[in-house]
């Protein structure tokens, strides 16, 4: 088994498997600061995880989304697992599209405690969000082992992570 694999792997064990995580989805506020320079925007999230993207289950009007259409580059991290990746954002469309009917079973199973108290699928609003894994760094016990990944070319990055 490669590194890479290894820590796939390790991400599947740690996030996937029908978890619920909480992660925290950083986006870019869409007007500038004083200066004109970008913002970041950090909010957290439940997510679900599967073959290097989270899912999200949000409303296609919040903010999030209205900053993700604008610039689809996010960045997410977890704790305590230790886990910052950077990726792409993509609205997948409403819960109830024929298109997600497989993925919103997985998620009504995963998000089952408070899925129906949080989104209401008739709206054509309530949508899917995909988080799409370009780099990410996989921290295991404080240090003890790093995983710089590559999802895009499916490697180790030799040179580092993203922090």
């Known amino acids: 088994m490669s590194e890479y694999e290894e820590g796939l792997k390790l991400l599947e064990e ?3 498997n029908d978890k619920d995580n909480t992660i925290s989805l950083a986006t870019i506020a869409r007007e500038p ?3 004109g320079k970008p ?8 997510a679900y995880y599967e073959d ?3 899912y999200v289950t949000t409303h296609g009007k919040s903010n999030k989304m209205q900053q993700i259409a604008q610039n689809t580059e996010v960045s997410v991290a977890t704790c305590p697992e230790m ?10 469309g409403w819960v109830l ?4 009917a497989e ?5 009504r199973r995963v998000f089952a405690e408070w899925y129906d108290l949080a989104n209401n699928e008739k709206d054509e609003n309530c949508c899917i969000l995909a988080i799409r894994l370009k780099k990410g760094t996989l921290n295991i016990n404080h240090w003890e082992k790093l995983y710089h990944m590559d999802f895009v070319n499916k490697t180790i990055m030799e040179n580092g992570g993203i922090f």
């Open 52 to 54: 290097g993207v989270f």
């Open 14 to 16: 740690k996030f996937g």
């Open 103 to 107: 993925l919103r079973t997985k998620l």
């Open 39 to 46: 913002r970041p925007v950090v909010r957290t999230v439940d």
């Open 33 to 35: 600061n004083t200066d």
């Open 97 to 100: 599209d024929p298109k997600n």
């Open 83 to 92: 886990f910052t990746a950077i990726g792409i954002g993509e609205n997948l």
